[in-house]
């Protein structure tokens, strides 16, 4: 007996009022390409040297270099955390709008969209003592 795919159908994005394409997600299409860039940008060296780690450890211990498999380990997982902190500094240093403003590094844009990040995560209880604190105001 076949199983039925239980999985409920995507319900369509909605239509924008705004001329701009979106992607899938509800993502601006510029932003998603900006994103996009960023990641590869900061992200794609560290992941580089993620892959190249082992090679370059072979050659260095089959050279006499003294490297051990121990020492092998911590530097790929030291460039797997680099890489990874990369990646998303690489997507939070995107302005999130197309109006937003744009620098190189995104330093601005980072510490924005990493307290955005924050406000989105925190449950609805740490939101209510928030609002009862700044309700209550100084002692």
Known sequence: MAKRNRRRPVP???AH??????????IPKPVADEMA??????????????FLSFPLSFWAAKSGA?????????ISIGFVLLA??????????????PDEAKSWLGWQNFQVNLQRLRNA????????????KTQAGPK
């Open 66 to 74: 003294g490297i051990t498999p121990g020492q092998v380990l911590l």
């Open 17 to 26: 009022s705004s001329a701009m394409p979106f992607t899938r997600d509800g």
């Open 84 to 97: 990874s902190g990369s990646a998303v500094y690489g997507m939070l240093s995107t302005a999130w709008t």
């Open 12 to 14: 369509p994005t909605p």
């Open 37 to 50: 860039k960023r990641l590869l940008i900061f992200g794609g060296p560290p992941t580089l040297l993620v």
């Open 121 to 132: 995560l925190k449950t609805e209880g740490e939101r209510a003592r928030e609002q009862r």
